[in-house]
C-alpha cells in the first residue's frame, strides 16, 4: 500500500550563480549556452537533494523558468513579454500580452524534464501553469473574449502534455493559481479549459491552487478533471479543513497537504508538521494524502527549503511510523 | 467587446450640452521602463535597506508626482490627479494615517492579479491630522490644469477591513466617514475644488447602499466643493438609478468591464454630471478616437438634453497598465474627446 507520498509543489531557490547567471544573461554578458549548463547544474543539486531526503515524486525545481506565465509566453510567438506593472509594495513583474492565435509551436518543456528524469529512478512530474492562469495574468490585444483566449491557451497546453506523456512522465502537475479569481463568472470555463488540457492524456493529473479565497470555489473544485488537489493547509494553521469537514473530499480524489508554509522564514518543528498531518488523517485515509510543502519554494533560501523540506519528511516518517505503514 | 463603427463626418443635431471633458481615475503608473530608470522603485529599495533618509524618499517621490503630472497633461487631460504615487495601495495610504487602524498580511484586490495589505481595526478611528493635503498642495502648485483630490471611500474601506473593535459594519463604515470628513474639510480649506471618493467595494455588495448614502452624507457635511464618486468593476445593476440620489455632482461608472452598464444608464434620466469610463483601464489593447467618439456620440444621441457634463476617463486606476500604454492610451482618449467635440459642434 502507498500512503503519505512525498513531493514538492514545484519551484526551488536559485543557487547564487545561477542568480549571478541569469543576470549577466540578460544583460548580454553569457552566452545561453552558459547559462543552461548551470540551469542543469543547478538542478542536479535540486534532484540530489531530493534523492537524498527519501521523496517520492520529485520536481525539476525551475530552475530554468523565471515566472510561471512569463516562462511560457517567452516560447510563444503568439505571445510577447510587456512592461512593468505593480503586484503589490514595491514588487512590479512583466505581465506578457497575448498578441496573435495562441498555437503550440514545439515543445516548452520537456527537455527539462527529459534531462532530470535521466538523473533519476524517481518519477519527475511534469509542471504546467494551466490556461486559465495563464491567460488571466497576461494582457490580451487578440481576442474578443477571455473565453475564446482560455480555451486556445487550453489546446496549447493539451499538446504540452500530449509531449510530456509521450516521453515518459506519469504524472503531470497544472497549477491554477488564479483559478478562483471570478469564481461566479468562470469557474466553468476554467472546468472546462482544464477538461481540454487533459483529454486523452495517459498520465496522473494534479493541480495546486493557492493563494486567496479558496474557501469560494469547494466543493466547486473538485470537478477539476484531477487525480489529486494540494492545497496550502499551513499557511491557514488547517482551518481549510473546516471545508473537508462540512463537505467531504471526493472519494476518487487525493488530496495534497502543504504542511510547511513557504511564506515565513522560520522552519516549523517536526512535531509541529507531524501534527498537521494527524489532523488531515482525521478526515482523509492516509493512501489518499499526500505531503507537500504549500506552495513552491523559491522564495526561501536554498537553505531554508532544505530545511523545510527535512522538517516534513521526518515528520511524514514520524506519522508512518505511528500507523504502522514502512 | 467589438462594437462596429460607422464613421459621422458631419456634426450630429442633438442637445449636446457643455465641451466634453477629460479626466483619470486616480492612479497612475509608479515606475517607467527601459531606458527610463525606475527612480521611486530604486528609492524605496534603498529606503528600506536604511540607505537613503525619509525625506530623500519624499523627494523622489515628489519629483515623480510632477512627472506623471506632466504626462498627464501632456497627453491632454482637463482635469489631472497627483497619480496616487505615494500610495502604498488604495486603502493603506489612507487608514494607515488615521488613528484605530492596523495594517495587516497581503490581500487579493477584488478580481485583480494585485494585492493590498488588509487594514485591521483594533481601536476607535480619529482623524488627527491631513493626509492628502501636502500632496494636494505640491500637486496644485506644478500642474497648469485643474488637479482633483482622490479619497478612498468609507464604505469600500470598511468592507476591505477586518474589524476588531465596532462589531458591526455599519457602525465602522460611519466611524470612517466620521474620519474622513475631517480630511474632506482640511482639502476644502486648502482650495481643493473637486474631491472625488473611490467606492468601487458598493458594486460587490449592493444591500449595503443606503449604508453607503448615509456614509456619503456624513463624510461630505459641510462640502461646498464639487464632489464625485467613482466605481468600477461592476454593473451597478439594483443601485440604479438610486447612485443619483447620492449627496455628489458627479458619478463615475466602468463602462469596460460591465459593457451593460450603458443599457442600464440609459434607462434612466440623467441629471448629474457623468464620469463615462470607456476605454480599459486594465488592458493593453489600444481603443481607436472614432470608438470613443462614438461611443460618446451614442450615449448623448440616446439621453438628448440630459448629463449636463460629460468627463470621459479611463475605466479604473491606470496602474494595472505599463506606464508607456498608460500615456498613450490618455493620449487617445483625448483624441476621441476632440473627435467627439467636433462632431457634436462643441467648442473643445
Known amino acids: 500500500m502507498t500512503a503519505l507520498l512525498t513531493t514538492a509543489v514545484g519551484s526551488y531557490p536559485k543557487p547564487d550563480y545561477l542568480l549571478k547567471a541569469r543576470s549577466e544573461y540578460t544583460q548580454g554578458k553569457l552566452p545561453r549556452q552558459e547559462l543552461e549548463k548551470r540551469e542543469r547544474q543547478a538542478t542536479e543539486y535540486w534532484v540530489g537533494v531530493q534523492e537524498g531526503l527519501g521523496m517520492d515524486i520529485l520536481v525539476h525545481g525551475e530552475m530554468e523558468r523565471g515566472d510561471m506565465v512569463a516562462y511560457f509566453a517567452e516560447l510563444l510567438d503568439s505571445m510577447k513579454i510587456g512592461g512593468l506593472v505593480r503586484s503589490y509594495g514595491n514588487r512590479y513583474y512583466h505581465k506578457p500580452i497575448i498578441v496573435d492565435k495562441l498555437k503550440w509551436q514545439g515543445p516548452m518543456t520537456v527537455e527539462m524534464w527529459r534531462f532530470t528524469q535521466g538523473l533519476s529512478e524517481k518519477p519527475v512530474k511534469g509542471m504546467l501553469t494551466g490556461p486559465y492562469t495563464m491567460v488571466e495574468w497576461s494582457f490580451d490585444e487578440y481576442y474578443p473574449s477571455r473565453r475564446e483566449a482560455v480555451l ?34 468562470d469557474f466553468d470555463l476554467a472546468v472546462e479549459a482544464f477538461q481540454i488540457v487533459v483529454q486523452d492524456v495517459p498520465a496522473e493529473f494534479h493541480t495546486h491552487i493557492c493563494y486567496g479565497d479558496v474557501e469560494r470555489i469547494y466543493p466547486d473544485m473538485l470537478r477539476l478533471p484531477v487525480k489529486q488537489i494540494h492545497l496550502a493547509f499551513k499557511n491557514s494553521d488547517f482551518e481549510l479543513l473546516e471545508l473537508l469537514e462540512r463537505h467531504p473530499f471526493a472519494a ?75 | 467587446m467589438a462594437v462596429e463603427v460607422e464613421p459621422r463626418l458631419q456634426p450630429v443635431e442633438v442637445n449636446a450640452g457643455s465641451t466634453i471633458l477629460t479626466t483619470v481615475v486616480g492612479n497612475y503608473p509608479k515606475i517607467p521602463n527601459r531606458p527610463r530608470p525606475a527612480r521611486l522603485r530604486a528609492a524605496i529599495a534603498r529606503f528600506d535597506r536604511g540607505e537613503i533618509s525619509r525625506e530623500e524618499l519624499r523627494q523622489v517621490e515628489d519629483e515623480v508626482t510632477i512627472e506623471v503630472i506632466g504626462e498627464q497633461v501632456e497627453a491632454g487631460i482637463d482635469i489631472v490627479t497627483d497619480g496616487q504615487i505615494r500610495w502604498e495601495d488604495d486603502q493603506t495610504y489612507i487608514v494607515g494615517r488615521l488613528e484605530g487602524f492596523r495594517i495587516d498580511g497581503l490581500q487579493r484586490y477584488l478580481d485583480t492579479n494585485t494585492y493590498f495589505r488588509q487594514p485591521e481595526v483594533v481601536d476607535a478611528i480619529r482623524w488627527e491630522t491631513p493626509i492628502l493635503v501636502d500632496d494636494y498642495r505640491l500637486a496644485v502648485a506644478n500642474s497648469p490644469k485643474p488637479v482633483k483630490a482622490i479619497i478612498t471611500g468609507p464604505y469600500t474601506l470598511a468592507a476591505l477591513a477586518q474589524d476588531k473593535h465596532y462589531g458591526s459594519r455599519r457602525l465602522l463604515t460611519l466611524a470612517i466617514a466620521e474620519a474622513l470628513n475631517g480630511e474632506v474639510l482640511a482639502l476644502q480649506a486648502a482650495g481643493a475644488s473637486i474631491i472625488q471618493i473611490n467606492e468601487p467595494v458598493i458594486l460587490l455588495r449592493k444591500g449595503d447602499f443606503p449604508l453607503l448614502a448615509e456614509a456619503l452624507g456624513r463624510m461630505l457635511q459641510g462640502a461646498t466643493v464639487q464632489t464625485a464618486i467613482y466605481t468600477w468593476f461592476g454593473s451597478v445593476e439594483g443601485i440604479y438609478p438610486q447612485l443619483l440620489e447620492l449627496p455628489v455632482d458627479t458619478i463615475g461608472i466602468d463602462f469596460v468591464s460591465k459593457p451593460e452598464n450603458f443599457t442600464i444608464l440609459t434607462s434612466e434620466p440623467f441629471p448629474k454630471q457623468l464620469g463615462f469610463g470607456i476605454i480599459d483601464g486594465r488592458n493593453t489593447k489600444m481603443e481607436s478616437a472614432e470608438y470613443i467618439a462614438e461611443r460618446v456620440l451614442t450615449l448623448k444621441e440616446q439621453m438628448p438634453g440630459q448629463i449636463p457634463q460629460l468627463y470621459l476617463n479611463p475605466s479604473c486606476g491606470l496602474e494595472y497598465l505599463p506606464r508607456e500604454v498608460a500615456q498613450a492610451k490618455l493620449a487617445r482618449l483625448v483624441e476621441g474627446a476632440r473627435l467627439a467635440n467636433k462632431q457634436l459642434g462643441l467648442q473643445p
Open chain 1, 152 to 185: 486556445d491557451m487550453a489546446a496549447v497546453l493539451h499538446q504540452e502534455a500530449v509531449e510530456l506523456s509521450k516521453a515518459g512522465a506519469r504524472y503531470i502537475q497544472i497549477d491554477e493559481p488564479a483559478i478562483h479569481t471570478r469564481p461566479d463568472d
Open chain 1, 252 to 326: 476518487d480524489r487525493e488530496l495534497g497537504v502543504g504542511v510547511v508554509d513557504v511564506h515565513n522564514h522560520a522552519v516549523e518543528s517536526v512535531e509541529e508538521v507531524a501534527d498537521g498531518i494527524r489532523q488531515t488523517l482525521r478526515l482523509m485515509p492516509a493512501e489518499r494524502v499526500w505531503i507537500e510543502p504549500d506552495c513552491g519554494l523559491k522564495t526561501r533560501t536554498v537553505e531554508e527549503a532544505e530545511a523545510k523540506l527535512r522538517v516534513m519528511m521526518e515528520a511524514t516518517q514520524v506519522v508512518k511510523k505511528e500507523l504502522g505503514i514502512d
